[in-house]
């Protein structure tokens, strides 16, 4: 099951590379293995970052993917879509991305300020690195 698993990991990461790729930066334009990468390149007018892309797609249900890696690409969003998810995931991760970067140029504001329906909002996240709140409690006695 590895070679089929691995296989379909390629296939979904190509499917995905050729539909966003219509719409946004895509610095390596070969086939791709398990990973693509696309960047906020064609944003840049708006102000709308990796970053804020990141936040929004949590209000679509989607958990970011990894942002700022690779180095070398400016702005870039490392997207690995595994071996089980099924084309309609995709499509639905797709279809977000593609309404993300149409709200980053009709109302960036929505972008810039998401998440939106989370219980917290936008943490400063250099405060956080710089002076945690950790806690910490004695388990409970088994």
């Excluded at 390149?41 to 970011?64: P, Q, S």
């Excluded at 870039?76 to 797709?94: G, H, R, Y």
């Excluded at 709200?103 to 002076?131: M, S």
Aim: proline share 6%.
């Amino acid at each position: 099951g590895l070679k089929s698993a691995t296989e379909l990991a390629v296939l979904n990461a190509n499917y995905m590379l050729a539909r966003l790729g219509e719409h946004w930066h895509v610095p390596y334009r070969q086939t791709c293995m398990h990973e693509l990468i696309i960047s906020d390149k064609n944003l840049r007018e708006t102000h709308v970052t990796t970053m804020d892309i990141a936040k929004r797609l949590i209000d679509y249900g989607f958990h970011a993917p990894t942002v700022y890696f690779p180095l070398v690409v400016k702005g870039a969003m490392l997207i690995e879509p595994t071996e089980n998810e099924s084309k309609a995931t995709l499509d639905q991760f797709c279809d977000a991305m593609e309404a993300i970067r149409n709200e980053a140029h009709t109302d960036p504001d929505k972008v810039l300020g998401a998440p939106h329906h989370t219980r917290l909002r936008r943490l400063d996240e250099t405060r956080a690195a710089r002076t945690p709140i950790l806690r910490w409690t004695e388990p409970a006695a088994s």
